[in-house]
């Protein structure tokens, strides 16, 4: 599975993103658990957000919870991370994941991961 994440940028404090990550190769996308994780300079990689294999179940970190929202759809095998009322804490390297089970809040439950796209929320 190879998965291509794209959608980054810069954008002022309060405003919004959508990232997308698109999967390629034997993906059977609909199989994976789908995740986000950024990683900022000098931090770890910290989970965001997390989706079941059908949509039916979403799960966020407390962070970003009520402003950022995660869906799928299996049909385009693309999972997206709408980012609303963006803070300066929010800029990191985002990265998608794709896991084989739930729940996956651990980046160590991932097996496959994009190539990470930047955000950069100036204040």
């Known amino acids: 599975v190879q998965l291509q994440a794209s959608g980054g940028g810069l954008v002022e404090a309060g405003g919004s993103l959508r990232l997308s990550c698109t999967a390629s190769?034997?993906?059977?996308?609909?199989?994976?658990?789908m995740g986000w994780f950024r990683q900022a300079p000098g931090k770890e990689r910290e989970f965001v957000a997390a989706i079941t294999f059908s949509g039916g179940s979403t799960y966020y970190a407390d962070s970003v919870k009520g402003r950022f929202t995660i869906s799928r759809d299996n049909a385009k095998n693309t999972v997206y991370l709408q980012m609303n009322s963006l803070k300066p804490e929010d800029t990191a390297v985002y990265y998608c994941?794709?896991?084989?089970?739930?729940?996956?809040?651990?980046?160590?439950?991932?097996?496959?991961w994009g190539q990470g796209t930047q955000v950069t929320v100036s204040s």
């Open positions: 190769g034997r993906s059977y996308f609909s199989s994976y658990v």
């Open positions: 994941a794709a896991s084989r089970s739930w729940p996956a809040q651990r980046s160590k439950s991932y097996d496959y």
